[in-house]
């Protein structure tokens, strides 16, 4: 991902993105057990910061990263306005360094998914597991294939002003590959703005990710489908994987 896409996105992602809310249920089952012994975290590509934020108001230390400084700049001013510590770090998933190892490191939303190469993967979980304590977690959700095949063939509108996107995205098949093309319609008084952003994803088989998990030093790996949590015409069964492994102690 260029650093300047998610710029629109960033800027209104609260405000457009209601859906966003199906997690509670998802964190209660997957993160609740391991958050008593967790006194660190760190939330990669961490967004507008909900999650970072949620763990800094239980007393959790934080760091949040992402690698659009509009998300980063969003996510410092809600950390201020709620007098919350949190470090923001600006970085790319791939090479991220947090200045110290924590207990927990989360990726949510299919973020994961968001690297341009199928083999990022590896590059990625090298800097997770170096940001663990032995012991610590990585919980992560991704899209398979079944969802670029059927929730990504498609064109959707949202219109909540003042601003209105179109969203044409598709697959490109065998490649594990999709796209989104967000054409972004900006209301200034009586005139709209319009802006374009382009956003990529790849996807991996459950075996692929497996694979790379023991590479990278993980066991105790653990799926849920995504489906049931979600409940809603977009998530089908196999679409969006929920995923928690344990860096070896
Ligand atoms: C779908 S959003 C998810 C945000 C947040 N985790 C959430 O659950 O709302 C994907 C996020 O990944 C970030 N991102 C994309 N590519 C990245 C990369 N290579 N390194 C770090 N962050 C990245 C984007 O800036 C964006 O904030």
């Not at 899209?143 to 995205?169: G, Q």
């Not at 977009?234 to 492994?245: E, I, Y």
Request: hydrophobic share 45%; glycine share 6%.
């Amino acid at each position: 991902m260029a650093s300047d896409t998610y710029r629109w996105l960033a800027r209104y992602y609260d405000h457009l993105f209601e859906f966003r809310r199906p997690f509670a249920e998802a964190r209660e089952i997957i993160l609740g057990p391991l958050l008593p012994r967790i006194s660190s975290a760190c939330d990669l590509c961490c967004g507008t910061g909900g999650l970072a934020l949620s763990f800094a108001s239980q007393g959790v230390r934080v760091f949040a990263v992402d690698l659009s400084p509009e998300m980063c700049r969003i996510t410092r001013g809600k950390a201020r306005a709620l007098r919350l510590p949190l470090k923001v770090i600006c970085a790319d998933m791939r090479t991220f360094q947090l200045p110290e190892p924590v207990d927990l490191v989360t990726c949510e939303f299919d973020a994961l998914n968001h690297v341009p190469r199928k083999s990022d993967l590896a590059r990625v979980l090298k800097s997770v597991a170096a940001a663990l304590n032995p012991g610590g977690h990585f919980v992560f959700d991704v899209n398979n294939r079944l969802a670029f095949e059927t929730a990504w063939a498609n064109t959707w509108f949202v219109d909540k002003d003042p601003v209105a996107i179109v969203m044409h995205s598709g697959h490109k098949p065998g490649a594990d590959k999709a796209w989104c093309d967000v054409e972004w319609f900006v209301r200034q008084g009586k005139l709209w703005r319009r802006h374009r952003e382009h956003v990529e994803e790849v996807c991996w088989t459950p075996a692929e990710i497996i694979q790379a998990l023991h590479n990278a030093g993980f066991d105790r790996l653990k799926t849920w489908d995504a489906a049931p949590f979600f409940n809603d015409e977009l998530t089908k069964p196999g679409c969006r994987t929920f995923w928690r492994a344990r860096k070896r102690p």
